[in-house]
């Protein structure tokens, strides 16, 4: 019997800052654009924004600069002035993820969230979400549970993680809704701005952080005298839709984590780009082609792409790195629809 009849492991959609875009109507906004984002911060603090011919986490970086050297405006406990000189860029950082967590919960409050765009990731057919973005704001803000003890307090579990990267392993957002799936944030959450990453310190660590979730939950796998029999595998498959069907404080540690949703389950992204210098994420997806490449190819959860039939790195996708099949589309609103079709057709 094949993988996709027996297994019950739901998808998982991976979400990036066109999802935005795509609910909003091609309009670029902080949530939908990274650079609007950089110069929506620069704008809070009173700090010139850097050219956009920077990459964002090049501008983010050379923004901290400005900020040190010229001085900017602090509004965590009331507006006040801090002088030239008195921060180095790396203090700077602090207060800019703040001006962050500010900036997006503004947009959040004008956030169509009601909308069916909005609340796609909501989709019965779908058993995890994984945000690249920092916010939540497709949620009812009334009826939001924040994963205990995940974000804003989570306990540094083993030593070889710095906090921050701990939470942004293991940061989730969830509802009170029976029917909701669970959202994790890798790149950190408005209510952790700490954990928030933008530049290129936190992009640094960031592979280390993935390699280190991906060790604990391969200790868990078959061992190498089994590891080559698909039969093994799709038992294996099915014991973890079991831990992740539970309470995630009744799962085992290892699976506690947004890296063990990315590794097993059906892989769908959209508003996505995977650019090049997203390291980390390229180092799981080649980690999880691997291990998939010891089952068959019908056994194998499938891991899409949706991108534009004017997408500049088509050519690219044509040649399925790592698996990676690209569903192309020529109008967003068809192709998140037949996105969803797909997912749902696993059900």
């Not at 906004?29 to 620069?42: C, D, F, G, Q, R």
């Not at 959040?108 to 765009?117: F, I, V």
């Amino acid at each position: 019997m094949s993988l996709k009849r027996k297994s019950t492991l739901k998808p998982c959609l991976v979400i990036g800052s066109g999802f935005h875009r795509w609910v909003v109507g091609d309009i670029e906004t902080p949530l939908s654009s990274w650079h609007k984002l950089i110069e929506a911060v620069a704008l809070e603090m009173h700090v010139s924004a850097p050219s956009k011919s920077y990459p964002p986490t090049f501008r983010w970086e050379k923004m901290l600069e400005n900020a040190g050297r010229d001085g900017f405006m602090v509004n965590s406990t009331g507006a006040r002035w801090v002088e030239p000189d008195h921060y180095q860029p790396n203090q700077v950082e602090d207060f800019a993820k703040k001006a962050v967590a500010r900036v997006l919960e503004q947009q959040s409050q004008t956030y169509p969230r009601l909308s069916g765009r909005a609340q796609l990731p909501f989709d019965d057919a779908l058993g995890a979400v994984v945000s690249l973005n920092f916010d939540h704001c497709w949620f009812n803000p009334n009826d939001r549970c924040l994963g205990p003890g995940r974000l804003g307090g989570a306990k540094k579990k083993d030593s070889v993680l710095t906090k921050n990267e701990y939470d942004r392993l293991a940061g989730y957002v969830e509802t009170n809704d029976p029917r909701f799936v669970r959202t994790w944030f890798p790149n950190g959450h408005i209510k952790n701005s700490d954990a928030i990453r933008m530049g290129l310190s936190d992009y640094g660590a960031q592979p280390h952080a993935i390699k280190q979730a991906f060790s604990w939950i391969k200790a868990g796998e078959p061992n190498a005298d089994e590891a080559n029999n698909s039969s093994v595998w799709v038992d294996y498959f099915e014991r973890l839709a079991n831990q992740f069907s539970k309470p995630i404080d009744k799962q085992e540690s290892r699976l506690q984590n947004w890296v063990a949703h990315f590794l097993y389950r059906p892989l769908y992204f959209a508003g996505v780009g995977l650019s090049d210098h997203e390291t980390g994420m390229w180092w799981l997806l080649a980690q999880r082609a691997r291990n998939l490449a010891r089952i068959t190819k019908q056994q194998r959860p499938e891991t899409v792409i949706l991108i534009s039939a004017n997408d500049s790195r088509r050519s690219f996708w044509s040649m399925r790195p790592f698996g990676i099949e690209a569903l192309v589309c020529d109008d967003w609103d068809q192709g998140w629809e037949q996105l969803r079709e797909r997912w749902s057709g696993l059900a």
